[in-house]
Nanobody, 121 residues
Framework: QVQLVESGGGLVQPGGSLRLSCAAS????????IRWFRQAPGKEREGISC????????YYADSVKGRFTISRDNAKNTVYLQMNSLKPEDTATYYC??????????????WGQGTQVTVSS
C-alpha cells in the first residue's frame, strides 16, 4: 500500500507561513496525484489542494486559493504545501493522500497521523 508521511506543522501567528511536506517511501510520488486535506475539530475532512501526476496542474479550494501553493520535488520524492497569510480558520490537522488523478475518488493510501497546524496570536 502507498505510505505517506506528513510533517512541517506547528504554531504560527495569523499572517504567518508554514510549509508542509508529504513524503513517500518505496515508490515515486510522481506516479500519483497528491491531494492535501485538512480536518478541524468537529468538522469533516476538507480537500484543499491537489497536484496532478501527468501535467503538474494544481487545484485549490476557494478557502485557500491565493494563499497556498502545492508543489513537487521529485528528487526528494516529496510534495509540499506552502501556506502563506495563515488565518485562525486554517487551524486543523493536515493530511496528504495519493490518487491516480486529482479528479479521482479512490484514495490509494490509508490516512496517517497528519500534521497539526495551529494559527493563533
Amino acid at each position: 500500500q502507498v505510505q505517506l508521511v506528513e510533517s512541517g506543522g506547528g504554531l504560527v501567528q495569523p499572517g504567518g507561513s508554514l510549509r508542509l511536506s508529504c513524503a513517500a517511501s518505496g515508490f515515486p510520488l510522481d506516479d500519483f496525484a497528491i491531494r492535501w486535506f485538512r480536518q478541524a475539530p468537529g468538522k469533516e475532512r476538507e480537500g484543499i489542494s491537489c497536484i496532478s501526476s501527468s501535467d503538474g496542474n494544481s487545484y485549490y479550494a476557494d478557502s485557500v486559493k491565493g494563499r497556498f501553493t502545492i508543489s513537487r520535488d521529485n528528487a526528494k520524492n516529496t510534495v509540499y504545501l506552502q501556506m502563506n497569510s495563515l488565518k485562525p480558520e486554517d487551524t486543523a490537522t493536515y493530511y496528504c493522500a495519493a490518487h491516480w488523478r486529482c479528479g479521482g475518488a479512490h484514495r490509494l493510501n490509508s490516512w496517517g497521523q497528519g500534521t497539526q497546524v495551529t494559527v493563533s496570536s
